[in-house]
């Protein structure tokens, strides 16, 4: 015979069952993720990592001055990826950190600043080199699929030569998010050595 107890238990897990989703839905990363005062100046950062981890993976918008933990939503710009951060305040983000950002074209050295034209932040993607054959990208909510294909792609092949954007060539290192939400097909011809002459049109 099921105790009172244990049959209220199941009683109340059946029904909350029917509110249940999966656990991300309830994540949102960006609570707190910000120096701007009007959202809480939480001064979080977006990556993930481990309680007391080595590793804390995440993008810098601006690193020093008062944003503490280098990433803040309000920012326009994206100005690398860096390995160790720190939550909270009283933490400038000044232990010299060293940013990672994927480019294509002539080495630029400096950070540029918070108005760059090319901004992951801004539905703008840039395109570092594929290291798969082909991946296609299902829209959600949509019947939409976008596929990239990468041609002689290889451990020896690892730059780009040209590229096609829906049968169109394309001549720059960027997608913008409406190019990738509607559809179609990315095509790269790889190559042993860069091409100089691909991805000028930025």
């Known amino acids: 015979m099921i105790r009172k107890s244990t049959f209220l238990s199941l009683l109340f897990l059946s029904y909350i069952s029917g509110f249940?989703?999966?656990?991300?839905?309830?994540?949102?990363?960006?609570i707190g993720a910000t120096t701007d005062q009007a959202q809480g100046e939480g001064k979080?950062?977006?990556?993930?990592a481990t309680p007391l981890g080595l590793v804390q993976l995440s993008p810098d918008t601006i690193t020093g001055g008062d944003n503490g933990?280098?990433?803040?939503?309000?920012?326009?710009s994206?100005?690398?990826?860096?390995?160790?951060?720190?939550s909270g305040v009283g933490w400038y983000g000044d232990l010299g950190n060293f940013e990672v950002?994927?480019?294509?074209?002539?080495?630029?050295?400096?950070?540029?600043?918070?108005?760059?034209?090319?901004?992951?932040?801004?539905?703008?993607?840039?395109?570092?080199?594929?290291?798969?054959n082909k991946a296609i990208i299902h829209m959600p909510n949509s019947d939409k699929i976008f596929t990239i294909i990468a041609n002689?792609?290889?451990?020896?092949n690892l730059y780009i030569q040209s590229?096609?954007?829906?049968?169109?060539?394309?001549n720059r290192c960027y997608l913008t998010h409406k190019e990738i939400t509607q559809g179609g097909i990315l095509m790269f011809e790889m190559g042993p050595v860069p091409n100089?002459?691909?991805?000028?049109?930025?």
């Open 20 to 30: 249940a989703q999966n656990a991300v839905d309830y994540i949102n990363p960006i």
């Open 44 to 48: 979080t950062f977006p990556g993930a």
């Open 69 to 76: 933990s280098g990433y803040s939503y309000t920012h326009s």
């Open 78 to 86: 994206i100005q690398g990826f860096s390995f160790t951060h720190m």
């Open 101 to 132: 950002m994927p480019t294509c074209g002539d080495l630029k050295t400096s950070s540029g600043s918070p108005t760059l034209s090319v901004s992951p932040v801004d539905g703008i993607y840039m395109i570092g080199s594929p290291l798969f």
């Open 152 to 156: 002689n792609q290889s451990q020896k």
């Open 163 to 170: 590229a096609l954007l829906n049968r169109h060539s394309l």
């Open 196 to 202: 100089k002459n691909w991805g000028l049109n930025n």
